[in-house]
């Protein structure tokens, strides 16, 4: 038998290595489905393949040097194998295909829960190669938070296997090295991609814990934290105190050696941005000076201290800065420090040692702008001559010599001067530089020119329309009916000058889109106008496209923003015919979107025209359900951007809700919520309900005040509940609000207190719902809903509106109900009044301790009592509304 095999060459692990790796590019040539089967074959064969050699073994027909130590057969499906047959799954789909990612994924997933069966140390090492695949997937996922999301609980499971792993067997640190190090860096980048710096920040401190981490940890994290600081400012305080921890290590242990670097720098400068662009900006920016001054003044105690700012540092706080308030004079130190410290730089010799320590730091067009900027804004006298003192030194230096947005700052400066004191005056002078009212000559462009103030003599050579731009926008962003006509009669004098010869050029779409824009401002912020704002817009677009169809211009033809701009125009118009003139616009925006490729189809110019049909209560459910169906038909396949969102279901199932003369438009809402449930879930569609959706179906159904509406209302509730528990749907979590939308719809339902008796009706009454959902809401959940001062407000409703108040029980529950709110500190005035109109007046004067301790104050009548005449304690815990723009 032995001689039967003497001299055949028999495959290994190695060739069936060499073989998956020729499939890499064998989607290109057959397709992924059929690359996909290929794969799964190639490893049902080497599983055959090894059960063979194995009968072979048992049967004396394999060669001894095709055993291993333990007397089987060499695995052909080894770790290196199984590793293979990952990466080739994860570099399958292509580049733009979540769908495809996420099989290959699954497949993956699938492979290591049979290898822990069969190889449970195989496994374990595969794992960083399985978490690489699932970042990929999240790659392809774009924008889509959930797909994000979706990946990264898979990666953070196998992480955490992987860390426990590590830990129980103590082999993983020293197998894996740098392998199980990078698999925590990609799945704490995932978790932050998916808008989860908790979890990424717990995984952070465990990888110290284990001291399984490197400096791209630190710095993984950092990004992670900051760029989560949107959310909550903690997030970035945490990142800078993990900074400053590595600081204070890093200058502790290895002081005399450290040598400043990019790495380092970059670090500070992500926690720069995270505070000043994290929720609360007046704190942040605060923070962020903060960090900068450390930054500064450590670097010029010790060079070799990390913390070493570059310009990057300055112009991130200086731009802010100047977003934010008046704040020229702190602008102007910060770019002195920064002379100063590009000055010792350019003192130091290349030769010196200090060369490569000291900071790169040096001023540029960007930093000289921020501080022009700020000029602009600033109500100073004394701010045209500063900034004009800045830009005679900036034209000194040809490495930082003044552009367009030099100049359109110079220039509001001067037109705001010239609107103050009425006498100064700009000019052209014979060596076409515009002279200002100090007869300084200004090498810039017109952008904030006021045309009646300016002298051209025909001398119009290096005039665009882009130098008008900034002059265009003193008017335009105004939202007045007053701003848009300037800008309108600004237009039509540049056509003028065009026709006659004065200028070269026409104004451009740029121009044209802001006066379009100037009148959807008025539009949008104005509603009660004497004119159409959106019938002027059309106007301009009408004149557009009738010079496209001529064959004008390409600068001065209609493109996609125009078009976006009048449909959204009129559906913010209060006239009756405002969504018929939108989907018309829609229409022609198709027409042209099939001519030219500057006018591309957008879902939410679907959307929009869709959720106007709103304000027609006859038609207007009709025309917003086949809007919507002639998008998911059209362009359910298209690219993102056009095809249809939960924005578009969402804009449908609004007009469901606001539109409540019609009979079952509540029932068509649900069965669309679920229509696209059940597509998206096998894959034929591209809408994915999210909470605003089902939040807009319950709303159609509260709205109907239907007997039903409790139950249906109560069902969509549980409905989000089940995915959030089944699918891992976050999003659908219900919190407090959507809890008080059950009691909401029985407050709404018709009175039943006449009707079938709760014992009757059973656990379908509308205040057996609500008593359901008022132990949630009182008691410790999952969801951490609570209850408010709303939900008392219903409550009292609901017992008001099915209960007999002659039910010797009513008025003993609605006195244990008030004591429950005052006890809990949600006295509002909305659970005030719905308490004093629910009970009768000496029942409520009882409740409130007697009408005598109102008496004096003046307050003889129920009516008469406030929240503020009540004890403080009553409403402490009512949340007040804030403008969150503002914190």
Same mark, same amino acid.
């Given at each position: 038998?032995?001689?039967h095999?003497?001299?055949?060459?028999?495959?290994?692990?190695?060739?069936?290595?060499i073989?998956?790796?020729?499939?890499?590019?064998?989607?290109?040539t057959?397709?992924?489905e059929?690359?996909?089967?290929?794969i799964?074959c190639?490893?049902?064969?080497?599983?055959?393949?090894?059960?063979?050699?194995?009968?072979?073994?048992?049967?004396?027909i394999?060669?001894?040097a095709?055993?291993?130590?333990?007397?089987?057969s060499k695995?052909?499906?080894?770790?290196?194998?199984?590793?293979?047959?990952i990466?080739?799954?994860s570099?399958?789909?292509a580049e733009?295909s979540?769908?495809?990612?996420? #099989?290959?994924?699954?497949? %993956?997933? /699938? $492979?290591i829960r *049979?290898?822990? =069966?069969s190889?449970?140390k195989?496994?374990f090492?595969c794992?960083p190669?399985?978490i690489?695949?699932?970042?990929?997937?999240?790659e392809?996922a774009?924008?889509?938070?959930e797909?994000?999301?979706?990946?990264?609980? #898979?990666a953070?499971a196998? %992480?955490d /296997? $992987?860390?426990? *792993?590590?830990v =129980?067997?103590n082999?993983?640190?020293n197998?894996?090295g740098h392998?199980?190090?990078q698999?925590i860096?990609?799945?704490?980048?995932?978790y932050g991609?998916?808008?989860?710096?908790?979890?990424?920040?717990?995984?952070?401190?465990q990888?110290?814990?284990?001291?399984t981490?490197?400096l791209g940890t630190?710095?993984t994290?950092?990004?992670?934290l900051?760029d989560n600081g949107?959310?909550d400012i903690a997030?970035?305080?945490?990142?800078r105190?993990?900074l400053?921890?590595?600081e204070?290590?890093?200058?502790?242990?290895?002081r005399?050696f450290?040598?400043?670097?990019?790495k380092?720098t970059s670090m500070y400068n992500?926690?720069i941005?995270?505070?000043?662009?994290?929720?609360?900006?007046?704190?942040g920016?605060e923070q962020a000076?903060?960090l900068?001054a450390?930054?500064?003044?450590?670097?010029?105690?010790?060079?070799?201290?990390?913390?070493?700012?570059?310009?990057t540092?300055f112009?991130?706080?200086?731009?802010?800065?100047?977003?934010?308030?008046d704040?020229?004079?702190l602008l102007e130190?910060?770019?002195r420090?920064?002379?100063?410290?590009h000055?010792r730089r350019?003192?130091?010799?290349?030769?010196?040692?200090e060369a490569?320590?000291?900071a790169?730091?040096?001023p540029?067009?960007?930093?000289?702008n921020?501080l022009?900027?700020?000029?602009?804004?600033?109500?100073?006298?004394?701010?045209?001559?500063?900034?004009?003192?800045?830009?005679?030194r900036m034209?000194?230096d040809?490495?930082n010599?003044?552009?367009?947005?030099s100049?359109?700052?110079i220039m509001?400066?001067?037109?705001?001067k010239n609107g103050?004191?009425?006498?100064?005056?700009?000019?052209?002078?014979?060596e076409?530089k515009l002279?200002?009212?100090?007869?300084?000559r200004?090498n810039?462009?017109?952008?904030?020119?006021n045309?009646?103030?300016?002298?051209?003599?025909?001398q119009?050579?290096?005039l665009t329309?882009?130098?008008?731009?900034?002059?265009?926008?003193?008017h335009?962003?105004t939202?007045t009916?007053d701003?848009?006509?300037k800008?309108?009669?600004l237009?039509?004098?540049?056509?003028?000058?065009?026709?006659?010869?004065?200028?070269?050029f026409?104004?451009?779409?740029?121009?044209?889109?802001k006066?379009m824009?100037?009148?959807?401002?008025?539009e949008?912020?104005?509603?009660?106008?004497?004119?159409?704002?959106a019938a002027?817009?059309?106007e301009?677009?009408?004149?557009l496209?009738?010079?496209?169809?001529m064959g004008g211009?390409?600068e001065?033809?209609?493109n996609d923003?125009s078009?976006?701009?009048?449909?959204?125009?009129?559906c913010k118009s209060?006239?009756?015919d405002?969504?018929?003139?939108?989907?018309q616009?829609?229409?022609?925006k198709e027409?042209?979107a099939?001519?030219?490729?500057?006018?591309q189809i957008?879902?939410?110019d679907?959307?929009?025209?869709?959720?106007k049909?709103?304000?027609?209560p006859?038609n207007?459910p009709?025309?917003a359900t086949?809007?919507?169906?002639?998008?998911?038909?059209?362009y359910?396949?298209?690219?993102?951007?056009?095809k249809?969102t939960?924005?578009?279901l969402?804009?449908?199932?609004?007009?469901?809700?606001?539109?409540?003369?019609?009979?079952?438009?509540?029932?068509?809402?649900?069965?669309y919520?679920?229509?696209?449930?059940?597509?998206y879930?096998?894959?034929k569609?591209?809408?994915l309900?999210?909470?605003?959706s089902?939040r807009?179906?319950?709303?159609?159904?509260i709205?109907r005040w239907?007997?039903?509406?409790?139950q249906k209302?109560?069902?969509?509730v549980?409905?989000?509940?089940?995915?959030?528990?089944?699918?891992?749907?976050r999003?659908?979590?219900?919190?407090?609000?959507a809890?008080?939308?059950?009691?909401k719809a029985?407050a709404?339902?018709?009175?039943?207190?006449?009707?079938?008796?709760i014992?009757?009706?059973?656990?379908d009454?509308?205040?057996?719902?609500a008593?359901?959902?008022?132990?949630l809401?009182?008691?410790?959940?999952?969801?951490g809903?609570?209850a408010?001062?709303?939900?008392?407000?219903?409550?009292?409703h609901i017992?008001r509106?099915?209960?007999?108040?002659?039910?010797?029980?009513?008025?003993?529950l609605?006195?244990?109900?008030?004591?429950?709110?005052?006890?809990?500190?949600?006295?509002?005035k909305f659970?005030?009044?719905?308490?004093?109109?629910?009970?009768?007046e000496p029942?409520?004067w009882k409740?409130?301790?007697?009408?005598?301790?109102f008496?004096k104050?003046?307050?003889?009548?129920?009516t008469?009592?406030?929240v503020?005449?009540?004890?403080?304690e009553w409403s402490?815990?009512?949340?007040q509304?804030?403008?969150r723009?503002?914190?």
């Open positions: 038998r032995k001689g095999t003497a001299g055949v060459a028999f495959p290994d692990s190695r060739t069936f290595v073989l998956l790796q020729s499939l890499q590019n064998l989607p290109s057959i397709g992924f059929d690359a996909l089967d290929a799964e190639l490893v049902q064969s080497a599983k055959k393949y090894e059960k063979q050699m194995q009968w072979s073994i048992e049967n004396g394999l060669p001894m095709r055993l291993n130590v333990r007397g089987k695995p052909i499906l080894n770790e290196y194998s199984y590793n293979t047959i990466k080739t799954l570099n399958l789909p733009d979540w769908e495809e990612s996420h #099989r290959c994924c699954v497949r %993956i997933d /699938a $492979l *049979e290898m822990k =069966q190889r449970p195989d496994a090492r794992l190669n399985v690489t695949a699932w970042a990929k997937c999240a392809r774009g924008d889509d938070r797909q994000v999301r979706l990946c990264a609980e #898979r953070g196998h %992480i /296997a $992987l860390l426990k *792993e590590s =129980q067997s082999v993983g640190k197998f894996l392998y199980l190090v698999a860096n990609e799945t704490i980048a995932l991609r998916a808008g989860m710096p908790s979890r990424a920040d717990d995984l952070f401190s990888s110290k814990g284990l001291n981490q490197d630190l710095s994290i950092i990004s992670v900051c949107s959310e997030h970035v305080e945490k990142a105190d993990y400053l921890e590595f204070r290590e890093k200058m502790g242990t290895s005399p450290v040598i400043p670097d990019m380092f992500n926690v941005s995270g505070f000043i662009n994290c929720d609360m900006k007046t704190r920016l000076q903060a900068l450390h930054m500064v003044s450590s670097h010029e105690s010790n060079l070799r201290h990390i913390a070493r700012p570059n310009t540092s112009a991130r706080v200086m731009s802010a800065l100047a977003q934010r308030g704040n020229t004079k130190q910060l770019l420090k920064l002379e100063f410290m000055q350019k003192r130091t010799p290349k030769s010196s040692p490569q320590l000291v790169n730091v040096a540029n067009v960007v930093i000289y921020i022009l900027k700020s000029y602009a804004r600033c109500k100073d006298d004394g701010a045209l001559e500063s900034a004009l003192g800045l830009l005679r034209k000194k040809p490495d010599a003044p552009d367009d947005l100049n359109s700052y509001a400066l001067m037109h705001r103050v004191d009425g006498n100064s005056t700009i000019s052209l002078n014979k076409k002279v200002g009212p100090d007869s300084t200004l810039i462009d017109i952008e904030n020119l045309l009646s103030e300016l002298n051209l003599g025909g119009t050579e290096g329309s882009k130098s008008f731009n900034s002059l265009m926008n003193v335009t962003t939202g009916v701003g848009a006509e800008g309108a009669a237009l039509r004098k540049l056509e003028d000058m065009y026709n006659s010869g004065e200028i070269d026409r104004p451009d779409i740029i121009l044209q889109n006066v824009n100037a009148w959807h401002l008025c949008k912020n104005n509603r009660d106008q004497p004119i159409s704002p002027k817009a059309q301009i677009l009408d004149a496209c009738k010079h496209r169809e211009e390409d001065v033809t209609p923003v078009f976006s701009i009048c449909i959204h125009s009129w209060n006239l009756p405002a969504a018929e003139r939108a989907e616009l829609l229409r022609r027409v042209f099939k001519k030219y490729d500057d006018v957008k879902s939410s679907y959307n929009s025209v869709i959720s049909w709103k304000d027609d006859v207007g009709e025309r086949l809007l919507f169906e002639e998008l998911l038909l059209r359910g396949d298209s690219e993102d951007g056009t249809p939960a924005a578009t969402n804009a449908l199932l609004d007009v469901y809700a606001k539109c409540r003369d019609h009979d079952h438009l509540a029932e068509k809402g649900v069965a919520l679920n229509r696209m449930n059940q597509l879930k096998e894959g569609g591209c809408i309900p999210d909470v605003i089902y807009s179906a319950i709303d159609a159904w709205r239907h007997k039903d509406s409790p209302v109560d069902a969509l549980k409905e989000m509940i089940a995915k959030y528990k089944d699918e891992g749907r999003d659908l979590c219900p919190d407090s609000n809890l008080n939308l059950v009691l029985c709404h339902a018709p009175a039943m207190w006449k009707g079938k008796g014992t009757e009706k059973g656990n009454h509308p205040i057996a719902i008593n359901r959902t008022f132990s809401l009182k008691g410790k959940n999952e969801y809903a609570s408010t001062h709303a939900t008392y407000s219903f409550m009292f017992y509106q099915h209960m007999d108040f002659r039910d010797k029980r009513y008025a003993t609605m006195q244990n109900m008030w004591k429950h709110c005052c006890k809990d500190g949600l006295v509002s659970s005030l009044e719905s308490f004093r109109d629910s009970v009768l029942d409520f409740a409130l301790g007697g009408k005598d301790r008496v104050p003046g307050k003889t009548k129920a008469d009592v406030l503020e005449d009540l004890p403080k402490c815990h009512v949340l509304l804030k403008d723009g503002k914190r």
